[in-house]
Every structure is written in C-alpha cells, then in structure tokens.
C-alpha cells in the first residue's frame, strides 16, 4: 500500500491517541489519574491465534508520544474517528501489539475516571463515514462503517471498521482495513483492534479479553 496511506494508519492503527480539538471531540472531559493496571489484565499470548512477535506497551507513555500520523480532516469534528482515538488524557492501562498471520492485532486496557461514550462515537462514526484527509505525503480517503457490536450485560459496546484508500483507487485494490472492537463499564475500556486481513474474530476475542481483565482489575 502507498506510503501516503501508511503514514495516517500510524495514527489510526495506535490503540493509545491524545484527545483531539476542544469543541471537536467525542472524548470525556480530562479527569485524574486514574488506578494502574497490571499487565496481567492483558489477555495472555495464547490466547490471540497464531500471534508473534509480541510488544507490549505502557499507556501513559503511548500517551507522551507525539500522534506521528496527525492529519487535517475536511470534515469538521471528524478528526478523532479518523484517527481511532478512544482514550483521552487523564488515563492509565497496558497494551500489546502482535504480528498475526495478515496484519498485526492490539489490545489496550484501561481506566479512567470517565470511559468515553462509545454509543455517541458510534454516532459520530456514522456522520464521517467517508471523510478525505490531507497528511504530510498526500491524501488518503477514510470510510467507516459501524457494526454491530457484541451485547454484554452492564457494559457498553462498539464495533467499526475503518478502510483507508487513495482517492480514485481502482475497486480491485482492497485498500488497507482496520478493525476496532471496545468495550466499557464504570471506569475500565477494553479495546481491540486488527489491521489487515487478519481473519480473527475480533467481538469474540474483544469479550474474553473484557471477562480476562475482570479479575486483575477485581470487578
């Protein structure tokens, strides 16, 4: 795939984003730090099929790292969709990324004082479903389509796929897919995501690793 498009799936495909503009943001409002995670609420390496390669990651300092893949979208508020981003400041949590046959899938684990609210992301992912953006090498054309999402008890949940594509790009080139799947109750957010044609069962992977991280986190 393009380089062009490469260089906004850095952003997209990072599981830990800074908050977007104030005013354009679906994220909750900034809160205090909230309580760790360990490492042990991430699902274990057997579970993700097939996966190597494993790196693991912290997300306080995913969150000091400058967003590489900064865009400028030409839709207004459409900025934090574009970029996948799910967790704002004032957050704790662990993540991983692995090499899965396909395309690399990650899980990130986190607490916050206020869980955003996936059902107006879920909105707002449907008001930008096909959103042009501009980054440093070209444009890229971002279509998302919001899926239905696995049901839990007392748990909000989301399901989207986003494919990235040059504008113009012939039907026959499949462009490149990422897949997002979250989960959130209370003060935890459970997220995972794939990129490629990994061909995993992203809602069922995403409910384990919500059950796995219930007792880490003592829910």
Sequence with gaps: M??????????????????????ESIQAAPAPPSPTVPEAALLPPETVPHASARDGFDLASALSTPDRGQGRVDVGGCEDVVHGRLV??????????SAVPGGQVSELVARMTNPPDLAAWAAQAGRCSKVT??????????TVTVHPAPLLPGAK???????LTLPGQPPELPGLRLRTVAIAADDVLVVLRDAGTTGLDLDALAVDAWRHAAGPLGR
């Design 2 to 23: 393009a380089a062009r498009i490469r260089a906004l799936v850095v952003s997209a495909a990072a599981v830990a984003t800074i908050s977007g503009t104030p005013g």
């Design 133 to 142: 953006v501009d980054d440093a090498v070209g444009t890229a054309v971002s």
């Design 88 to 97: 704002g400041d004032g957050a704790a949590g662990q993540g991983f990324q």
């Design 157 to 163: 949940t989301l399901s989207y796929e986003q494919l």
